[in-house]
């Protein structure tokens, strides 16, 4: 019988789940994997699952699919809208969204495995299917590797996946090279001397401290890194102070540095850290200031080779004129832990999932950014058709390039 992808994907946007918390989306993607003949594999890295199909010899071929959704209210309007919530880690209750698109990714993966399952008398080999929790924590690979993932599966020779974007529908992003950027997410608290608003002069005020640190922050990637180059210093969160008339001793800037290769990376640290302490230290702060690391992630690196040989398989199975170069992308991915703890290539590329008529149409205006919602947005839904088809489509062949 075949598996209803559209009644599955609408289920899966009805029901979304925070990160770790994935429990309903596993058992129903387990399921299906169960259903089509797969070896399953439940609780790996807390919620993720394992799937393996070994038929015969031949390469190991890892597909991936994440499967969390984001603390964001959907304002989608959609009949399928989700008005679920959950409860974040600081215990908060939370609206909840799959405002990224990983329920359309668990959908392509079920639909390229009952394909290739159909088609398995044409190809040899064994297929690994990873359906991933906590993407969005940039933790859900590493949770998976670091509970035993090798000792389940075989290493492989190739690591594949893909992700929903707001390119239209039909078209396929894929580059050789760094496909997205590295990222870090810093925490940095400076420390001052609170006391009454009405005597600033016997304090160590860290909000002026924090307010000129951000402003010197922004001079990274102005001033230090090359035009041609790429870097982002995003400070997303600044919190201190609860009254108007208290200074307080402290203030919390939270940081998102994102870059392409290593060597920006560490050049991009040391100018932050140089930043912040110099800051502190003009202000007069008598404590050093805190920078800790909450997260990173490393580069989304495509291996040349084997892209060239998934960008001949889409362009076989979609059309030529179907497979672009999107650039790098400046945001980031956990995919590549799977690919730099086996040592195997890593292939990860994008597809659209915009009505095509509205993307031409906003492009001719030259409004893409106000009328298209990206990842992330409330407002972030991929058509089902034909995202759904394209996305199958896509896996299976790039994963069939390998199968013998």
């Known amino acids: 019988m075949t598996i209803d992808l559209e009644a599955l994907y609408v289920d899966l946007h009805q029901h979304p789940e925070l990160s770790f918390q994935e429990t309903r989306t596993a058992g129903i993607a387990a399921g299906h994997l169960r259903d089509l003949g797969l070896e399953v594999h439940e609780g790996v890295g807390v919620t993720g699952v394992v799937g393996i199909l070994t038929n015969g010899d031949g390469p190991v071929v890892w597909l991936r699919a994440d499967m969390d959704a984001l603390p964001v209210g959907e304002q989608t309007g959609l009949a399928y809208a989700s008005t679920a919530t959950g409860i974040d880690p600081a215990g908060n209750t939370v609206p909840v969204m799959h405002a990224c698109g990983h329920d359309m990714h668990v959908t ?10 159909a088609e398995r008398a044409e190809w040899s080999g064994t297929l690994v299917v990873l359906i991933q929790p906590a993407e969005e924590y940039g933790a859900g690979s590493r949770a998976m590797l670091d509970d035993g993932l090798l000792d389940i599966a075989p290493k492989p020779d190739i690591v594949l996946g893909q992700h929903v974007t707001p390119l239209p529908a039909g078209t396929i992003g894929v580059r050789p090279g760094t496909q997205m950027a590295a990222s870090d997410g810093l925490t940095v608290t400076l420390h001052g001397r609170g006391g009454h608003g009405s005597r600033p002069h016997s304090t160590i005020d860290p909000i002026v401290m924090a307010a000129a640190t951000v402003m010197r922050l922004q001079t990274i990637v102005s001033r230090e890194v090359d035009p041609r180059d790429v870097a982002v210093v995003t400070v997303g969160s ?15 800037l939270e940081l998102s540095l994102r870059y392409p290769n290593d060597e920006m990376r560490d ?9 912040v302490r110099a800051e502190a230290a003009a202000s007069g702060a008598e404590r050093e200031p805190e920078i800790r690391t909450d997260h990173t992630l490393p580069p989304t690196i495509n291996d040349a080779d084997a892209t060239a040989r998934v960008t001949s398989a889409l362009q076989r199975a979609l059309g030529e004129a179907s497979v672009i170069d999107p650039g790098m992308f400046t945001g980031s991915e956990d995919v590549s832990w799977f690919a730099r703890d086996t040592g195997a290539p890593l292939v990860f590329w994008f597809w659209g999932g915009v009505d095509a008529a509205k993307f031409a149409e906003s492009a001719a205006a030259g409004t893409l950014d106000k009328d298209i919602p990206t990842n992330h947005s409330p407002y972030f839904a991929p058509v089902i058709h034909p995202t759904i088809e394209v996305g199958v489509t896509a896996l299976s062949a790039a994963a069939r390039e390998f199968l013998d």
């Open 108 to 117: 392509a993966m079920i639909g390229a495995v009952e394909k290739l399952v």
């Open 267 to 275: 050049r991009v640290l040391a100018s932050v850290e140089r930043i």
């Open 238 to 252: 600044i919190h201190a102070g609860l009254k108007n008339n208290i200074i307080p001793a402290e203030a919390k």
